[in-house]
């Protein structure tokens, strides 16, 4: 192939682009579409990811918790919702057996009313846990300081707000010193938390933590199921510290051999599968999607191929009669198509990227999505669009190398 | 002298649901380098059939076709185009210019399909419109050309190849008598300059700029004369 042929052939392919503007807009509509459902799936899922992996951060690689529920969602829910409770005692017992975890403490969990003179914000999640809590990644402060030993044994009235309550009750001024009343008792804020993982938003940015002495005090152990909180200190002893964790709380809870786990040592990896699980169905969903659209995408496309070779047959006479060969001819009509292809894919990623900066723009819970396609799958959407437009071409494109000269000369 | 094209008892037979329709019926014939030949009949005769294959457009059904000594009755489409390309330059009646290219650019055709870089194919378009006076009309579509101008656009793209054979299918059959004498003297020219011309026409006024006649008849050679008294170009209306 010489390039004066190559660059013959585009040249051509975007002046049939610009004789017919409409036409090609509408033949390579279901290419806009399919490319469109491919990248703004990226988009979903490459969001999904980054702040899967912030989140995953965030809490530490090697952190366990053992719980009543099951985080990934892989246990039944009516299972799940039949297991008792896990007492205090139970999950202090754990914390106080764990030998090879770095550190281990229990942890309780509720929803309060919070109040700052007249402003109140209902249904916070608030969380009791000792003052090792402040050395796991999820207890790091950025502004004042998480409690002291002494502050967590007496269960002092200090608490350290999540970043997003604390923005919620102190718009204007620095949190820390100020006094907050939770469930109706007076706490002092002592410390900020650091801005968390986006995909925990909701949960993680606006959990309250205060000592856990002071929760029980606060809002009772009874039929409360508690969590134990491991961290491992390195990803090698994380199984470790699950078997051993596994072992003992079987013990705790009088299991029997034959029967089965009645709690979850839940991963913050756990986190990764309930999201497989959303990925799976947004892939399935996006790729039968466009590949339905590409298929109609690719028939329109043949079909105007097919009706420009029939328009051009003089074209194809006379461009044979001065010494195009067969692979000349084939070659511009395989460039048409390509062309209009991705001239598709190129206006449904400047669509998609209109539209994700509108949803950026109107809906604040899609912070978490990155505020462009992702350049891997605008690559990928480009080739896509190629290859569609190389099988789309192709038996058009023949049919035209094919045409006897006289005969595509005679044609009117 | 080699010849420039030596037909060996060519045929061609066309078949069409189920008939068979002999279009030339055994043609021999010799053409040297620089002549001026017309070939003529009337319609149905085989006329056209015998510029499709001297021009490389179709091959024969049987016999030999050697041009430039090369026996080319055989080739293949690609090789076919190959040879079109480099040795024969068309003018047809119908112009079968790119109605959306400009003249320079319909020019550079050829050259495209001969890879000649983009810089010189546009020098040597230029000049080849020059030489057919369009000098002023390069970048002009076909559409806002006259017809003489069409018909010269296109011989400046015949010529732009600098081919052994210029092949003439009634050249003159769109337009009026006035522009029909101007692309005639024209071509007169071009075969002063030493180029070799084969009409092919109906009309006994084009035929007679031609140094030879041939007429054909249901497929063959009815006469094959040189031209008595040819036009000169002294006796032709000046191009303006």
Known sequence: MTRTELSEAIAIALDALRANPLRSVLATLGITIGVSFVALMGWFLAGLDSSLQHTINMLGEDMLYVDKWDWSGRTSWVEVSNRKPISYRQAQELADAVRTAQYAMPMGQTRAQLSVGSRKAESIPVAGVPHDYGNTPAGAVTRGRFFTEMEGRSGAPVAVLGPVIAKQLFPDEDPVGKEIRIAGQRFTVIGVVRQRGTLLSDFADRLVLIPLERFLRLFGSGQRSFITVLKAGSLERLDDVREEARLLMRKIRRLRPEQPDDFTINETRSLEQSIAVLRQSVWGVGLSMSALSFLVGIIGIVNITFVSVVERTQEIGIRKAVGARRRAIALQFLAESVVLCTAGAVLALLFCTGLVLLVRLLIPAAEFLTPYIPPQHIAVALLVAFTAGILAGWAPALRAARLHPVEALRYE | ?240
């Not at chain 2, 109605?99 to 000649?116: F, M, S, W």
């Not at chain 2, 970048?139 to 400046?156: D, K």
């Open chain 2, 1 to 240: 002298m080699q010849p420039l094209i030596v037909l060996e008892n060519v045929t061609k037979v066309y078949r069409t649901e189920g008939e068979e329709v002999h279009a030339l019926r055994g043609i021999s014939l010799v053409v040297q380098p620089n002549e001026y030949v017309a070939i003529m009949g009337p319609s149905g005769s085989g006329k056209s059939t015998l510029m499709h294959i001297l021009g490389c457009l179709d091959t024969p059904t049987s016999g030999r076709y050697l041009l430039n000594g090369r026996d080319v009755s055989q080739l293949d489409d690609d090789e076919l185009a190959y040879i079109r390309n480099r040795q024969i330059g068309f003018v047809f009646q119908t112009f079968n210019l790119l109605p959306r290219a400009t003249a320079l650019k319909n020019v550079e055709l050829p050259l495209i399909y001969a890879g000649v870089p983009a810089a010189e194919r546009r020098e040597r378009a230029r000049r080849a419109l020059e030489a057919v006076g369009l000098g002023d009309r390069l970048h002009h579509r076909p559409n806002e050309l006259s017809g003489g101008q069409r018909q010269r656009v296109a011989i400046a793209r015949a010529l732009v190849v600098n081919p052994a054979l210029i092949l003439a299918d009634e050249p003159t059959g769109n337009l009026d008598s006035a522009s029909g004498a101007e692309i005639m003297r024209l071509f007169t020219q071009l075969w002063q300059l030493g180029n070799t011309i084969i009409l092919v026409t109906h009309e006994d006024y084009i035929a007679r700029y031609a140094r030879r006649i041939i007429r054909i008849r249901d497929g063959r050679i009815e006469s094959d004369t040189p031209n008595p008294e040819p036009v000169h170009l002294e006796q032709l209306p000046s191009m303006p």
